[in-house]
């Protein structure tokens, strides 16, 4: 299989603005205290049973190769270790891990853990730890809370309004660029995988095609009712009216003009909704309005910090791309030295 991801031209991911295009440009991830992100479980660990939650501050490394690194040191599967969500590479974020731990005696799990951190090629800090009963779930967590610097801001016109905008209205539930990959590379093996017919054996790569293209799908729905300036609105006093699909199997739980609109959307992609039928995948819906909480900001010279709180799914670069045109520095090559 060819796995030159400029073969195929992939569908933009461009989506409408709820309060138009921004004129404010910044700089975004300068460097890695620009982005910090803290997990908040709803929950504290049991205190006794066969998995151990340990919260690490991590910099500068990416959620799933923690997890690989603490399934070798405790001589693990990979299943056996749990995670809530994947957090940001280049940044600092703290997040809850679990492990399977059923033969091993809790008084053993400091030095362990000491001997982990000791002998770790990352930059990681033990927050916490503590013995639970149930290991960690995708989703699992309560909220992420962000503090997020844009540095060289220009064109500051009107940013204040659209600060006040976001705090009171929220911004549209996008699913952010992440979701699809850089390039857009995981739409582009959906496209592969649903219209060329091409089997997909690595399993990762099929895992984020699917939820890539879900994803899509949903703000393809999403980007209707922001042109419509319905997005943040009920539809015929319709509570459904206020999500959007996640397609999978099963018929619409929506009212007839609701789903009438959505496949109007969708009509386009029936290789792609037949295809997320039959990957195990069930109809499910999302909430249209993304409401950042303790939505607080500080502006000064040059600078935005922004501080909120946004639940297990939400993006905030979704919250982000309303405010300024992004340059992403951490995207950029590295310069080498001579």
């Known amino acids: 299989m060819n796995d030159d991801i400029s073969t195929i031209n992939t569908p933009s991911i461009d989506f409408p603005y709820a309060y138009g295009a921004p004129l404010t440009t910044a700089d975004f991830r300068s460097q890695q205290e620009d982005f910090v992100v803290d997990e908040e479980l709803d929950f504290l660990p049991d205190g006794e049973g066969e998995h151990l939650l340990v919260q690490l501050r991590k910099r500068g490394d990416n959620t799933a190769w923690i997890a690989e690194l603490l399934a070798k040191h405790f001589n693990l599967r990979q299943m056996d270790v749990g995670f809530c969500g994947l957090k940001d590479r280049h940044a600092v974020t703290s997040q809850w891990f679990s492990l399977y731990l059923p033969k ?192 607080n900001w500080q502006m000064s010279d040059e600078m935005l910090v922004l501080e909120f709180a946004l639940p297990p799914g939400a993006f905030a670069t979704s919250v982000l791309r309303e405010l300024a045109l992004l340059n992403n520095i951490s995207a950029q090559p590295e310069s080498v030295d001579a």
């Open 104 to 295: 091993a005696a809790p008084s053993e799990d400091a030095p362990q853990l000491q001997q982990f951190l000791d002998s770790s090629e990352s930059s990681l800090e033990l927050l916490a730890q503590g013995r639970h009963r149930k290991k960690l779930r995708r989703g699992q967590h309560k909220a992420n809370h962000f503090r997020i610097t844009l540095k060289n801001l220009a064109n500051t016109v009107g940013l204040e309004e659209r600060l006040q905008q976001i705090a009171e209205n929220g911004v549209p539930n996008y699913f952010g660029e992440q979701r699809f990959g850089r390039y857009s590379s995981n739409l582009h093996w959906a496209m592969r995988w649903f219209e060329q017919g091409e089997t997909i054996r690595n399993r990762n790569k099929k895992v984020m095609a699917k939820s890539a293209a879900r994803a899509y799908l949903f703000n393809l729905v999403l980007a209707k009712r922001v042109e419509q300036e319905s997005w943040s609105q009920l539809l015929d006093d319709n509570p459904e009216s206020a999500t959007g699909p996640l397609w999978g199997r099963g018929r619409p739980v929506v009212a007839p003009g609701l789903a009438e609109l959505e496949g109007s959307v969708l009509s386009a992609w029936q290789k792609w909704l037949e295809a997320l039928e039959h990957v195990g995948l069930q109809q499910e819906r999302r909430a249209l309005v993304l409401k950042p909480e303790g939505f």
